[in-house]
């Protein structure tokens, strides 16, 4: 026997919709699912989990997606990515998990269907039930839909026990509940409160880094748990006139030496620049940029010092990330947001790299003009307007999973802005968690260091003595919640963030 009931339409609010979705339905009845193949007209928005442990499981999630998306299911949202252990066969690999949301035409056998074959063609075969696997695909929800079948139960019967299941199933939703389709999927949890309360039933964030499930960022061949220390993104500018250090590193041997000393200070990352975003600097083309920039990052990439470093590439321009990428840099750094190249974010999803999304509204040249000043509550602002371009990156092909928000300190700020955005980090967080809970996980990047506002608070006209309010500043971000900190001075800086980060542990520790 086929049951399938679809829920009806309702007014918003999580409370109001969890009682209408559970008192109306309508119900068909078949002992065919085929049955119902010709009524199916209309998308249906769907949520898919997926999981993997057996060879390389980011790239199995690559192929599985790009699969999907061949076979009729557009992809709409992806959750965080997460490394957990094994559940019930306790004997096998760590996993990969994660969801996505999209939607598709296909009627839910179809897509069962769909799914199946996908996990085949990839090389699943039957084995131990919970066993390893190189794809799992599983259809968590379906339209306003309840399904049960001989073959099929939607919602998948056992997410109500797996953390590995709800943590990126929680991360495809907003605190606001954003259509009658996800107050429908809250109305089908076993608990009065909708899927809040399932996750926080089996814990909520407070498991996350704590009994085998970590929260990752792929970059390069390894997955980064950013929770468990604060990253320092030392600077190198190879440009004549920015607003610190212009014209100290264009030599090949300057720079290389300078990196040299942030790698010996502690420095986690270097970000290469090779043109100034200084207000109302002018704009030099991609070949020119490149010109500057491949000689070093050579030169860099070939320094023993840089083994287990990152090498992260400040540029707007889609050409030089290309080429950056295919010479061994490890993240795009796009202080445009992807507003500068209609092609940077298509280009960044396809190099698979982690990518920088920072806020600013216009370019260098017109960013602090008094229109792109004005603001009623920056935090607020800053952060709908950096929703829509990481929304727009995820539309284009770069997963959640793989991107890193900047507030943008110094780019369309004024002092006061800056320091309210620099208190602000969790406000941010929490804006963007109204819409998209996996983005409001997303590493943050603070650009703080020798900044103009630093100078004006402390009164210090030159930006090389704003070391000491950098390290002030650096510490109100570490202790908001800032998970890299973009600095010149490496030395002084890690240190503030040890002291940040052991607080913050200690702060976290049961009593």
């Not at 026990?161 to 509940?177: H, K, Q, Y």
């Not at 500057?292 to 320094?303: D, F, G, N, S």
């Not at 819409?435 to 009164?459: N, Q």
């Amino acid at each position: 026997m086929f049951l399938f009931k679809q829920l009806l339409p309702t007014k918003r609010g999580l409370g109001g919709a969890l009682n209408h979705f559970r008192g109306s339905s309508f119900r068909f009845f078949s002992s065919s699912p085929e049955t119902f193949v010709e009524l199916h007209s209309q998308e249906q928005e769907v949520v898919i989990a997926l999981g993997s442990n057996v060879g390389n499981r980011l790239h199995n999630f690559n192929e599985a997606l790009q699969l999907m998306k061949k076979s009729g299911i557009n992809i709409t949202r992806h959750a965080c990515l997460y490394e957990t252990a094994p559940a019930y066969v306790t004997d096998q690999p760590q996993f990969l998990n994660s969801a996505v949301r999209g939607v598709t035409k296909l009627w839910p056998h179809e897509l069962l269907g769909v799914l199946k074959k996908i996990e085949r063609d990839m090389g699943r075969t039957a084995g131990i039930r919970y066993g390893p696997r190189p794809i799992d695909l599983d259809i968590l929800f379906y339209g306003k839909f309840r399904v049960d079948s001989d073959v099929l139960a939607v919602p998948h019967e056992r997410i109500w026990e797996r953390p590995f299941v709800m943590a990126p199933l929680m991360d495809l939703l907003g605190t606001d509940v954003e259509n009658d389709t996800v107050a429908c999927w809250h109305s089908l949890s076993i608990h009065s409160g909708g899927l809040f309360e399932s996750w926080e039933k089996l814990g909520g964030e407070r498991i996350i880094g704590k009994d085998g499930m970590k929260r990752v960022l792929p970059i390069g061949n390894d997955l980064w748990d950013w929770s468990l220390k604060t990253s320092v993104m030392g600077i190198l500018n190879l440009t004549p006139d920015s607003f610190s250090d212009g014209g100290k590193f264009q030599s090949v041997e300057a720079a290389v030496s300078q990196v040299r000393l942030m790698i010996s200070e502690g420095a986690d990352m270097i970000d290469l620049g090779a043109q100034s975003t200084r207000p109302m600097a002018s704009r030099i083309s991609p070949q020119e940029e490149l010109d500057r920039l491949i000689p070093v990052l050579e030169a860099i990439l070939k320094m023993p010092e840089m083994n287990g470093k990152l090498i992260s590439v400040d540029t707007f321009y889609s050409e030089v990330a290309s080429e950056a990428v295919s010479k061994g840099a490890h993240i795009i750094n796009d202080v445009s947001g992807g507003q500068l190249d209609p092609n940077m974010t298509k280009v960044v999803a396809g190099l698979g790299v982690p990518y920088v999304a920072m806020h600013m509204r216009g370019d260098p040249s017109t960013m602090q003009s008094s229109e792109n000043l004005r603001y009623d509550d920056v935090c607020k602002q800053v952060a709908s307007e950096l929703y829509s371009r990481v929304k727009e990156a995820e539309l284009s092909g770069i997963p959640s999973w793989r991107i890193i928000i900047d507030p943008g300190l110094g780019f369309s700020k004024g002092t006061e802005h800056n320091l309210e955005l620099l208190m602000g980090l969790p406000s941010i967080r929490a804006e963007i968690a109204r819409k998209s809970l996996s983005m409001s996980h997303s590493p943050v990047l603070l650009g703080s260091s020798r900044k103009k506002f630093l100078g004006e608070t402390c009164t210090r006209p030159t930006a090389s003595e704003r070391d000491p309010a950098t390290v002030a500043s650096v510490t109100a971000g570490v202790l908001g919640g800032a998970n890299i900190v973009r600095v010149h001075n490496v030395r002084d800086n890690l240190d503030a963030v040890k002291l940040c980060d052991a607080m913050l542990k200690y702060k976290r520790s049961p009593a």
